[in-house]
């Protein structure tokens, strides 16, 4: 159980282009989900936190307007790269909080590379 | 505010060694701590959780970790390493409630030599 799907697992797109991303709950319902990013041998960076129905919350440092989230439902949140420049090719991740117990569990990853 | 100080980003041990991996905490309020793991191009994949009981927690593959709050640490150990071991550990912290934001260590790469 608790299980979330991250889509694509991987994707290299243009400049100039935009990148849609998935994180979806496959058996439990999360009303609050986690956007992070990761760039090569470092930590997790959060990006945002995103909350079914309302907008997402940005960390200090993070473009709005260029990180995209969309949490139209209580089981997918999406990411959406805009405008994507070769500064934006990293590792995001995504993670839902569990309703019960809370606890997190995280997507497989997304590998973003912009050419 | 919280914060997570791993100490050693790169961990090296011999097929069968001991494995510690070291995490020091700072919050405000009684913490709930974390590991997780990492393999290459992955997502984080839960190995134990302290939630305020009991101080030694055991988790998945044989790994366990013992919360003292005396010296604000929460180390990850292992008694014998596998080849299978081998990957990026994160330390992680939340105040007051296993469901408030998650702060992660700088994370420790683990490599096992046979």
């Known amino acids: 159980g608790a299980v979330v799907s991250q889509h694509p697992s991987r994707v290299i797109c243009k400049s100039g282009t935009s990148v849609k991303i998935e994180c979806r709950s496959l058996d439990f319902q999360a009303t609050t989900m986690f956007w992070y990013r990761q760039f090569p041998k470092q930590s997790l960076m959060l990006m945002a936190t995103?909350?079914?129905?309302?907008?997402?919350?940005?960390e200090q440092g993070v473009e709005k307007d260029k990180f995209l989230i969309n949490h139209a439902s209580l089981t997918l949140s999406t990411l959406t790269v805009t405008s994507a420049h070769p500064e934006d090719s990293s590792f995001y991740i995504c993670?839902?909080?569990?309703?019960?117990?809370?606890?997190?569990?995280f997507g497989s990853g997304t590998r973003l590379t912009v050419v | 505010a919280q914060s997570v100080t791993q100490l050693g980003s790169h961990v090296s041990v011999s097929e069968g060694a001991l494995v510690l991996l070291r995490c020091n905490y700072s919050s405000s309020v009684p913490p709930y701590l974390f590991w997780y793991v990492q393999y290459p191009n992955q997502g984080l994949q839960l190995l134990l959780k302290y939630t305020s009981a009991a101080t030694l927690v055991k988790g998945i593959n044989g790994f366990e970790a013992e919360f003292k709050k005396s010296e604000t640490s929460f180390h990850l150990t292992k008694p014998s390493a596998h080849m299978s071991d081998a990957a990026e550990y994160f330390c992680?912290?939340?105040?007051?409630?296993?469901?408030?934001?998650?702060?992660f260590g700088g994370g420790t790469r683990l490599m096992v030599k046979p």
């Open positions: 995103s909350n079914e129905g309302s907008k997402a919350t940005y």
């Open positions: 992680a912290v939340s105040e007051g409630s296993a469901g408030n934001m998650l702060t």
């Open positions: 993670s839902a909080r569990r309703p019960v117990n809370y606890g997190y569990t």
